[in-house]
């Protein structure tokens, strides 16, 4: 008997499928037929929690520079959203001329599905998640994959230079922080000795970012970066390259360009909490499993947080400087903490304690020692191109009025 | 007719449809967009048969990766080769030809071996054993040396492309 | 279940059409797409012979692996000595690249 | 196994369609007053000049190139880091070779400049 707190999810999938017996449907069908409700139902599930994330950004966004954000409809502006919503639901689409026409359209579609498709291996509770992969990692890795091949479907589809040129660059840049994210992903799975997501969870007696802080670092700065947001948004960096690749599009298509970036933005929270900081993991959970639902929202709302204080307060990049963080210090800080671990992981695995101090502090010295190295070798050079000269000073005359 | 066999054949149709546009386009672009649906179904194919992990990989590296180079080298290429003239080499009869004829020699082939009708056995719950493939990779009586060497072989690669692609430097 | 057959006839179709495309295509980088398919055509069948036949042993894998990055190389390779050949002479078809002709 | 990549599978065709009806109900929702001023390509007002396929610089091929060799590179050591646990300290010491020469091709390409973004 599965009590409440257990798995309310599998509690109604067991009514749902004894029901389903009793009007005389074959067993095959009824996995089946639960199985599409399972999965309809974890697929709607962030498509609407995305409403309120648009809605907790805005407003703490604003707070952060000093703003309310949205502060009309609603309580504390709460409706906002759905106003949005309801207002971009029925835009016009303008398609542009010699667009082409599959591609443009499959490209924002592409771009939400490839972020959802990765909360169908995150594990919510112990029991409460879509699928137990056990490659979990790699599927996570392709789902990336796909997000490019949607940006390079809207850079080509909508024939506009500078949706080809956003798309363009936002596909360097995403292939670039894939590389250091690959790498630092490779430490949980030495680590755990294994691919599949729950199982990483399962194994994380010690949150990894206390074995790892160097690879879950990494992990934070690319995977920001793969979401494309601030201060990675080069994308769409409107005053070089309109909009990005999203420039001619319109109406709900747009939308969900925004949607999927959103939703991305949240999912890596996720992934972060659930790879770095335990998932589940907590106290209690053994009694109450459905704690362990509560205690990953806490820590993936945690790292929500820092993702969207890292947006307010840091300016945008520019592109060369991205392109040299990325390949001259991550990739070759990932490359060195993927050695250290593999050193000294194995030989110490026999004492947990002496292990992770022994790690922490290694990955520790490693950032100082790499970070020293990089502001020496690389001081921030600055071309002059010009004798600077004062902007706004005010002239006499306006002294004299004044 | 079992509800995988119907799967399989809807992926294999997909896959094969959209390599022979691939190979028969006259657009170079559309033709690296319907290559990657044919790499994205092949990894379908691969997940029919149990083998996930090559599944997600076929995924990250064909998709992600190989078919992200094609299309810059499309997008690089761009001028020389309009979509207006011939995209096909006079002799594609001939191509035609040969490569019916190797399909029909290795169907005849294949039937006429005696393992054809092989069904599988089922894999133990625990999926295909990653941890295994790691181990015969680093084992000094399984493949370390073409390990090592396969990480030799992509550096060099790396090192020809950087020297050959590179802007020269005179301009 | 789905008998070895199929998929052995699935990965000869896969590799005729890619041949196909090596023979026929007039542009280089098309030549290098239909060699891509044939790779996978390889792989298939390599997956198929590990799962239905040998599936306690890893080797069919470690194949796939290697067939892998030799695809990776030989379209880094491929693609740079292609960028290389359009800078010097304007062109990606395959026919016209005859410098060493002399 | 195959049970869970039917759920993949079906997931993935449902996170296609969630997006794909929508935008469907929305486009029926919609007006529809095509103007050709409206559907021109989008250039901050001015006129389109040229075609829109303008000619890339080769960085962005080098950078997808270094990318894809670092990609390849993990499906060798994804394997490798899975049986990191049960690995004799030889075998270890293979991986961490592997991962020296990925080192070593970084530090080539940083040294030919290739790492540069103009």
New interface residues.
């Given amino acids: 008997m599965t009590l409440w707190y257990e798995d309310p999810i599998k509690l109604i999938a067991n009514w749902l499928f004894g029901l389903m017996l009793g009007w005389g449907m074959p067993v095959d069908t009824a996995n089946f037929v639960l199985t599409l409700l399972g999965a309809a139902f974890l697929g709607v599930v962030p498509l609407l929690f995305c409403i309120f994330l648009i809605w907790y950004e805005r407003k703490l966004l604003g707070r952060i520079q000093d703003r309310f954000g949205p502060n009309r409809v609603g309580p504390w502006g709460i409706f906002q959203p759905f106003a949005d919503m309801l207002k971009i639901f029925i835009k016009e689409f303008i398609t542009p001329q010699g667009a082409d026409v599959v591609p443009y359209n499959l490209a924002p579609i592409l771009s939400v599905a490839s972020v959802l498709l990765i909360w169908a291996v995150v594990p919510f509770s112990m029991t409460m998640m879509g699928v137990n992969l056990n490659v979990g990692l790699s599927f996570i890795i392709g789902c990336g994959g796909l997000g490019l091949l949607a940006i390079i479907l809207a850079g080509y589809g909508s024939n506009n230079k500078y949706a080809l040129l956003g798309g363009m660059r936002a596909v360097a840049q995403l292939i670039s922080y894939e590389v250091p994210m690959v790498m630092s992903l490779l430490v949980p799975v030495m680590l755990s000795g294994s691919l599949g997501v729950n199982d990483i969870v399962q194994k994380q007696t010690v949150p990894y970012i206390i074995l790892a802080p160097v690879a879950a670092l990494i992990f934070f700065i690319t995977s920001v970066a793969e979401s494309g947001r601030a201060p990675f948004d080069l994308v769409e960096a409107e005053s070089e390259i309109v909009a990005g690749f999203n420039t001619e599009y319109s109406g709900l298509k747009f939308g969900f360009f925004f949607v999927a970036e959103f939703l991305h933005a949240f999912t890596i929270s996720l992934l972060f909490s659930t790879l770095f900081l335990g998932g589940w993991r907590g106290p209690f959970t053994d009694q109450v499993p459905l704690l362990g639902f509560v205690y990953l929202v806490v820590k993936t709302f945690i790292v929500y947080f820092l993702v969207i204080l890292f947006r307010g307060s840091l300016p945008r990049f520019r592109i060369d400087q991205m392109m040299d963080l990325n390949w001259k210090l991550l990739t070759p800080l990932s490359l060195v903490t993927l050695l250290i671990t593999a050193l000294l992981a194995n030989p110490l695995s026999g004492m947990p304690l002496l292990q992770a101090v022994a790690l922490f502090l290694v990955n520790l010295a490693a950032l100082v020692v790499l970070m020293s190295w990089a502001e020496r070798k690389m001081p921030r050079k600055r071309k002059i191109v010009a004798k600077t000269r004062p902007l706004a000073t005010p002239n006499q005359q306006d002294q004299l009025s004044a | 007719m ?1 509800g ?2 119907i799967a ?1 054949l809807l992926i ?1 149709a997909i ?2 449809f959209a ?2 546009i ?2 028969s386009s006259r657009k ?1 672009m559309h ?2 967009l319907w ?1 990657i649906l ?2 994205g179904a ?1 990894a379908a ?2 997940a ?4 996930g ?2 599944a997600a ?2 995924i990250a ?2 998709v992600g ?2 078919a992200i ?2 299309i810059f ?2 997008m ?2 761009r ?3 309009e979509d207006s003239g ?4 006079s ?2 009869p ?3 030809v ?3 004829g ?2 029909t020699g ?2 005849i082939l ?2 006429s071996w005696g ?7 089922a ?1 133990p719950p625990t999926g ?2 990653i941890a ?2 790691g181990t ?2 680093v084992d000094m009586n ?2 370390v040396v ?1 390990f090592e060497v ?1 990480s030799l ?2 550096i ?3 090192v ?3 020297f ?2 590179s802007e ?1 430097k005179g301009k | ?10 990965a ?10 090596v ?5 280089a ?2 030549i ?3 060699v ?2 044939m790779l ?1 055509a390889v ?2 069948n390599l ?2 012979f ?4 040998w ?1 306690t042993k ?2 069919g ?2 194949f ?3 067939v ?6 030989e ?3 491929g ?6 050949a ?2 010097r002479r ?4 395959a ?1 016209e690249m005859d410098m060493l002709k002399g | 196994m195959l049970n869970d990549w039917l759920y993949v599978g079906v997931f993935f065709v449902i996170a296609m369609l969630l997006p794909g009806v929508a935008i469907a109900i929305a486009g029926l929702l919609s007006p529809k007053k095509p103007d050709p001023a409206k559907s021109s390509t989008y250039e901050c007002g001015i006129e389109t000049v040229g075609p829109s396929w303008v000619q890339f610089k ?1 960085q962005y ?1 080098i950078f997808t ?1 270094i990318f ?2 670092f ?2 590179e993990t ?2 050591l994804f ?1 490798w880091a899975v049986a990191y646990n049960q690995l004799p300290f030889f075998a270890i010491l293979e991986g961490i070779v592997f991962v020296l020469i990925l080192l070593g091709g970084l530090v080539y390409a940083w040294r030919k400049r290739a790492l540069e973004w103009i």
């Fill in positions: 079992s995988l066999q399989f294999g896959t094969l390599a022979v691939t190979v170079i033709a690296a290559l044919a790499l092949v194919v691969f029919t048969l149990e083998a992990f090559f990989i076929q590296i064909y990766a190989i180079l094609i080298a499309v690089l290429t001028r020389a080769m011939p995209q096909l080499n002799t594609w001939a191509a035609l040969i490569s019916a190797v399909l290795l169907v294949l039937s393992g054809f009708e092989t069904r599988s056995m894999l295909e054993n295994a493939l015969a990779l399984g493949y073409p396969a072989l992509l060099a690669a790396l020809g492309a950087i050959v692609a020269p | 279940m789905i008998p070895l057959s199929w998929y052995l006839i699935f000869a179709c896969l590799f005729c059409v890619g041949l196909y495309g023979m026929a295509r007039k542009n980088i098309a290098l797409m239909g891509e398919l996978n792989n298939v997956l198929a590990w799962r239905y036949l599936f890893v080797d894998q470690v796939v692996a290697i892998l990055v030799a695809a990776a190389a379209a880094v390779v693609l740079a000595l292609i960028i290389s359009y800078r304007n062109t990606v078809a026919e | 080769a091929y190139l894809l060799v990609d390849v499906v060798l394997p």
